[in-house]
């Protein structure tokens, strides 16, 4: 069976709902072990990311339950003091 976005993205919902947080790095290089690096992009910054695809399939699981800190550069699950929107600060 070959991996699909949609297959990253429960990946991702479960290390997030494991450890309460899924940081950029660890995701990307976990995402690269487990399913290999067609879902990995290199972003302006020179880091690795995750590819569109399996961050819209990533955003439609999670809905409005999750954000991206972006200070610290990873996913969480939504607090009653967070912005509205998905980016933090």
């Known amino acids: 069976m070959t991996a699909k976005a949609n297959d990253v993205a429960a990946w991702m919902m ?3 709902a494991a ?12 995402v690269a072990d487990r399913f290999g690096q067609d879902f990995l ?6 880091n ?3 590819s569109k695809a ?5 955003n439609k699981l ?4 999750v954000v991206w800190s972006k200070s610290e550069r ?5 607090q009653d003091y967070d912005l509205p ?3 933090q600060p």
Do not use: E
């Not at 992009?41 to 020179?46: D, H, L, T, V």
């Not at 399996?54 to 990533?58: I, Q």
């Not at 999670?62 to 339950?65: A, K």
């Open 74 to 78: 990873c996913w969480r699950f939504r």
């Open 48 to 50: 690795f990311g995750l």
């Open 41 to 46: 992009i290199i972003n302006a910054n020179g």
């Open 19 to 30: 450890d309460g947080t899924l940081y950029q790095d660890v995701a990307a290089s976990s």
């Open 54 to 58: 399996v961050l819209a399939a990533f």
């Open 14 to 16: 479960d290390a997030l």
């Open 85 to 87: 929107g998905r980016q």
């Open 62 to 65: 999670s809905g409005d339950n």
